[in-house]
């Protein structure tokens, strides 16, 4: 190889080594630093791609569950409210059997009539504040039922149908003003209360049910998330003690490469030791 002031060819090689290991370190260091093997589209453009995508269909998951468990709240206010207006109307019941009696006094049956009318005002006060979020699956002020989002492109939806408990509703036909003051109310009570009770406990069932199915399709939905965020790390994420090792390798060929370099560019002066007077 010829000797040249004007091209030191294995300084060059040197410098290009040199600059490889910069660049190898440069990344490696990115790597270390978002702990992300893959952090845009240039480090691989098809498999950042993929992952966004991926991205996208956890962070709509996430909408999902927020819908499913506003929805096992709604559900589960209603169940208990709903078990409270069944106790009550046990306890209604009672009462009007009690009132059935034809012994009793005057002032005995007032007595009792004021005890069923209480239960009936607990009853609407519970109906009335069976509410979360602005939803009240009790009291007959929504519609049919409510839906709430079931999947990630939100084309699927999981339902909670109404249960309307209010008195003089669909399923608790004995109004508010009813009264036991006489056999005969109380007669006409026993047997709207008798109907009543197993409506109610009808409609409870029929809303855990659906409670049920809320809360399966949400643990599912928490175990789906967290698959995909699993899979986009093991698309993405870089091994951290892996980069740890090559970062060490390569700091040890900068200097090399630096050293090397340093030799390369040095090598010219032996020219001057050819022009030296003898």
Excluded: C, Y
Aim: aromatic letters at 2%; proline letters at 0%; hydrophobic letters at 45%.
């Amino acid at each position: 190889m010829s000797i040249s002031v004007h091209t030191n060819k294995s300084a060059l090689i040197a410098l290009q080594n040199l600059n490889k290991t910069n660049d190898d370190l440069a990344q490696v260091q990115n790597r270390i630093n978002t702990g992300l093997k893959i952090s845009d589209a240039k480090d691989n453009a098809a498999i950042w791609a993929i992952a966004q995508g991926q991205r996208a269909d956890i962070g709509a998951l996430g909408a999902v569950r927020m819908s499913l468990e506003r929805a096992n709240s709604i559900a589960q206010v209603s169940m208990t409210a709903g078990a409270t207006v069944s106790d009550l109307l046990v306890e209604l019941k009672e009462k009007v059997v009690a009132a059935m009696d034809t012994s009793l006094d005057t002032a005995s049956r007032t007595a009792l009539n004021s005890d069923f009318q209480s239960l009936l005002r607990q009853i609407g006060q519970v109906v009335d504040n069976a509410e979360f979020d602005g939803a009240n699956l009790l009291d007959g002020s929504v519609g049919a039922n409510i839906q709430f989002l079931a999947n990630a492109d939100a084309n699927s939806r999981i339902t909670l149908s109404t249960q309307n408990l209010s008195l003089g509703g669909g399923n608790i036909a004995i109004t508010a003003g009813a009264s036991i003051l006489t056999t005969a109310t109380a007669s006409a009570a026993l047997a709207q209360l008798t109907v009543a009770i197993s409506s109610v406990n009808q409609s409870l069932g029929n809303l855990g049910s659906q409670a049920k199915q809320i809360e399966a399709h949400l643990e599912f939905v928490s175990k789906l998330t967290d698959v995909l965020e699993g899979g986009v790390g093991n698309l993405v994420d870089a091994d951290l003690a892996k980069e740890s090792a090559r970062l060490q390798a390569l700091q040890v060929q900068q200097q090399l490469g630096a050293q090397a370099l340093a030799i390369a560019n040095s090598s010219p002066q032996i020219i001057l030791s050819l022009f030296r007077g003898g």
